[in-house]
């Protein structure tokens, strides 16, 4: 099974957007947007991305949160024109939610994340009304999807899975389902602290490492860092690889090797046999293949 993985597209909407929408920590995110980073995750490049996807024959797509900046309207109905440029039914596509895309408590009550992404949310084992955490089985490859997206006060992007979330997590990674296949868990923060900063780390990560080093798990993947990395974390059999993937649009990072990109994984007889890497170029104004990671 091929599996493409990528993430982090910060698209940017003000389309419709209203006064009233930029109070509280919206203000602040929309000034540093103004200030800093507008442009810098141009929306062409997130078409191009997904045309390249498309084009690598993967038979899944993981995409793991922030895909939006403000989680505006405009900015999630963006995101779904974004994710039809795959030409893929939404039973191959999994998409979670970042922290920007749970930006404010007002868009984490009305679930307007959840309402406009539904069909790529959608599992064959779903255990909880709250949609997370959920399993899509696909050969030998079971996908388990995690929430990290909690709001935060401005300037923090932190992540929290929360007790709920984890006791069902550790039940679905022992289920017989699970249990005979490739078990990829897929979240938006890093489930470490290795080049994490404070305010911006996984509040339960040490729980979540707890639950993947009693119940197991092949691999574990996340976005959020907009850097390439790859860490191993503790098995009951083993080290489990947990690999993040960079912003699949970010084009003017200091360090070119964090420049647009994405992440590819060959699993093969249960095995994570190969990951490879796609990234921007902008004067070919196409993704290229970086080299073994
Ligand atoms: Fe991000
Ligand atoms: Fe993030």
């Not at 997370?132 to 995690?146: D, K, Q, S, T, Y």
Request: aromatic content about 6%; glycine content about 8%; hydrophobic content about 40%.
């Amino acid at each position: 099974v091929l599996v493409a993985h990528c993430s982090d597209l910060h698209l940017l909407s003000l389309q419709g957007a209203r006064p009233l929408d930029f109070l509280g920590k919206r203000l602040t995110g929309a000034l540093n947007l103004l200030l800093n980073r507008g442009g810098e995750f141009p929306t062409d490049v997130a078409f191009a991305l997904m045309r390249d996807i498309g084009a690598q024959g993967a038979e899944h797509v993981l995409v793991s949160g922030d895909l939006t900046n403000l989680a505006l309207p405009s900015e999630l109905a963006e995101a779904r024109r974004v994710l039809e440029e795959l030409r893929m039914p939404p039973s191959a596509v999994t998409v979670i939610p970042g922290n920007h895309d749970a930006y404010t408590e007002e868009v984490v009550r009305r679930n307007d994340f959840s309402r406009v992404m539904l069909p790529f949310l959608r599992g064959e084992l779903q255990p909880e009304p709250t949609l997370f955490p959920f399993v899509r089985l696909r050969g030998e490859v079971a996908v388990v999807a995690l929430t990290s997206a909690v709001p935060s006060a401005p300037l923090m992007a932190t992540g929290r899975i929360g007790a709920g979330q984890l006791a069902a997590l550790e039940r679905l990674l022992g289920s017989p389902e699970c249990r005979e296949r490739f078990r990829l868990v897929v979240l938006h923060h890093p489930p470490h602290e290795r080049q994490v900063h404070w305010h911006n780390r996984l509040l339960d990560a040490a729980a979540l490492r707890s639950v993947l080093a009693r119940a197991g798990a092949e691999l574990v993947v996340h976005g959020h860092q907009h850097r390439f990395q790859r860490v191993e974390l503790e098995g009951p059999s083993g080290p489990i690889p947990s690999i993040g993937v960079a912003s699949g649009t970010w084009l003017s990072p200091g360090d070119p090797e964090r420049r647009a990109q994405y992440n590819l994984y060959r699993i093969e007889d249960h095995r994570l046999v190969e990951v490879r890497r796609r990234r921007y170029s902008a004067s070919e104004r196409a993704f290229a293949e970086v080299g073994p990671s």
